[in-house]
Antibody, heavy 118, light 110 residues
Framework: QVQLVQSGAEVKRPGASVKVSCKAS????????MHWVRQAPGQSLEWMGW????????KRSQQFQGRVTLTRDTSATTAYMELSSLRSEDTAVYYC???????????WGKGTTVTVSS | QSALTQPPSASGSPGQSVTISCTGT?????????VSWYQQHPGKAPKLMIY???KRPSGVPDRFSGSKSGNTASLTVSGLQAEDEADYYC??????????FGGGTKVTVL
């Protein structure tokens, strides 16, 4: 079945970086782009950006320009999201989600909790 | 781009209907028919309920319906059931490959 399996929870110091992985299975990885969305505790969903898994092109939300890097490894059918210069406000659950077209996300990972604390 | 505006809460009794609004601008909701709705239960990942304003993915009950008028999209849940109690988020394409979410609405089944 189609699924996205994300890496485990992370605890980071302010100023550090974190890299979250999202392994896809059950479908052709390069046929669907991948979005990244985060959710701070008790807050709404926040779109971070997306990557074209076929050619590696990315689009990042202006809010994260310069701090977020989206990559993928097609041989491993895995997408990655790296966020740098972490601050406490980056404490959140980070989700990857498959893009089915028409700006909809039809399959979601279970989320990766990233905690930024000194 | 700013978040789309949703009411923080909505409620209804079992069997009743509840409608959630999602207000954007002429640059996002009003400009494109790319509004989606997601349901999220506590501690779970979001689930796609509506896409392209009115379409339901397979497996989503027809109790869920979407609509749009001008810069405001709406999600209606008819025949409310206990399992419909959740947070609901709208999202819209905002041009230049950007996406924006709403602030979320907590639906309570009384």
């Amino acid at each position: 079945q189609v699924q996205l399996v994300q890496s485990g929870a992370e605890v980071k110091r302010p100023g550090a970086s974190v890299k979250v992985s999202c392994k896809a299975s059950g479908y052709t990885f390069t046929s669907y782009a991948m979005h990244w969305v985060r959710q701070a505790p008790g807050q709404s969903l926040e779109w971070m950006g997306w990557i074209n898994t076929a050619d590696g092109n990315t689009k990042r939300s202006q809010q994260f320009q310069g701090r977020v890097t989206l990559t993928r490894d097609t041989s491993a059918t895995t997408a990655y999201m790296e966020l740098s210069s972490l601050r406490s406000e980056d404490t959140a659950v980070y989700y990857c989600a498959r893009y089915r077209g028409s700006y909809q996300m039809d399959v979601w990972g279970k989320g990766t909790t990233v905690t930024v604390s000194s | 781009q700013s978040a789309l505006t949703q009411p923080p809460s909505a409620s209804g009794s079992p069997g009743q209907s509840v409608t959630i609004s999602c207000t954007g601008t002429s640059s996002d909701v009003g400009a494109y028919n790319y509004v989606s709705w997601y349901q999220q239960h506590p501690g779970k990942a979001p689930k796609l309920m509506i896409y392209e304003v009115i379409k339901r993915p397979s497996g989503v009950p027809d109790r869920f319906s979407g609509s749009k008028s001008g810069n405001t999209a709406s999600l209606t849940v008819s025949g409310l059931q206990a399992e419909d109690e959740a947070d609901y988020y709208c999202s819209s394409y905002a041009g230049r490959d950007n996406l924006v979410f709403g602030g979320g609405t907590k639906v309570t089944v009384l």
